[in-house]
């Protein structure tokens, strides 16, 4: 079953249109996210930038107030089966709601840089050779509890991944990517403008609560089977581990990630900063409160 929404809602000839198969994303400046609170977070902060409307119709009630939205905005939005909502966001992991969406594009290390310069205390995350969508999005979520607003990637594309946005639970809209290419490279660059750089290691290092951590911090994280690289280690100012029992081998990632920046702001008494992502602020959108009615089209 699927009900369409088109962008003309009251157009008469809807029921003539060809049956809705599936999605294929050819702009290469679009991209899909799915999962109900990545989607209300991205539509209380971007929906300007939401393309197209997916819902599930077991589910569709929930999101009444997002139809009510696209209808306004002119927005196409449908409403289709839970089998056909699979084929779409090409996952079954969507919650009942999928968006087509315009990509924006990851800050450059001197735009959040320049961003951030007034900035006493700051926290930057840098990811090495992490490329699993679930840790990605995991670490997206602990990013923004904390306050931290910068994660550092080599890669854009992990930044646009719909499964790591789906992960971070509405997390990435508080989190602004950083695409910085070798990290290597780009570690004296946050040196020259007062950044310590801390590398994370299972086996070396000082024990993470009997030191004080530095007021601007890139921290390094790297995948938990091999850790960060030796080279990146020995460019460190500084090495931290986590004890524990070392009845495993080590922590995963995100769980790591998520001790290191808790003992951050308990430390600082960490307070985030002024705004980094261009669509943290309220939404051009007018606020069409939270009514969760069915919008029937």
């Known amino acids: 079953m699927e009900r369409e929404s088109s962008m003309y809602p009251d157009d008469e000839n809807q029921d003539n249109r060809p049956s809705f198969q ?33 819902f599930a119709e077991d589910v569709a ?34 919650q009942g709601i999928c968006f087509l969406v315009k990509k924006i594009d990851p800050f450059t290390i001197k735009e959040y840089l320049d961003a951030s310069i007034e900035l006493d205390t700051d926290c930057l995350v840098a990811l090495e050779r992490l490329g699993n969508p679930h840790n990605v999005g995991s670490i997206l979520r602990t990013c923004a509890h904390f306050g931290v607003e910068g994660l550092l990637v080599s890669d854009a594309v992990v930044s646009q991944n719909g499964s790591s946005l789906r ?27 007062g ?20 007021d601007k911090m890139l921290l390094m994280m ?37 001790i290191v920046l808790g003992e951050y702001w308990r430390q600082k008494e960490f ?8 669509y943290k602020e309220d939404p051009d959108f007018e606020d069409l409160g939270g009514d969760d009615e069915a919008y029937d089209v």
Not at 66 to 91: F, G, H, N, P, Q
Not at 227 to 256: K, M, W
């Open 22 to 54: 599936r999605v294929s994303v050819e702009d290469p400046m679009e991209m899909k996210i799915f999962g109900v609170n990545a989607c209300r977070a991205f539509f209380e902060h971007r929906q300007d930038q939401i393309v197209r409307a997916y």
């Open 222 to 258: 790297g995948p938990e089977s091999s850790g960060l690289s030796d080279f990146l280690i020995e460019d460190a100012d500084q090495i931290i581990r986590i004890p524990g029992s070392e009845n495993v081998e080590s922590l995963n990632v995100a769980t790591a990630t998520g």
């Open 61 to 94: 009630y929930r999101f009444g107030y997002i139809m009510k939205a696209c209808a306004k905005a002119r927005k196409a939005y449908r409403i289709v089966d839970s089998y056909e909502l699979d084929k779409i966001a090409e996952t079954r992991s969507h």
């Open 271 to 278: 307070e985030p900063g002024q705004s980094l992502s261009p």
């Open 167 to 193: 992960s971070a639970e509405g997390g990435a809209e508080f989190v602004q990517f950083v695409h910085g290419g070798r990290l290597s490279e780009a570690l004296p660059i946050f040196k020259a403008a």
């Open 195 to 214: 950044y310590t750089v801390v590398a994370t290691s299972s086996h070396q290092g000082e024990n993470i609560y009997k030191t004080d951590l530095p």
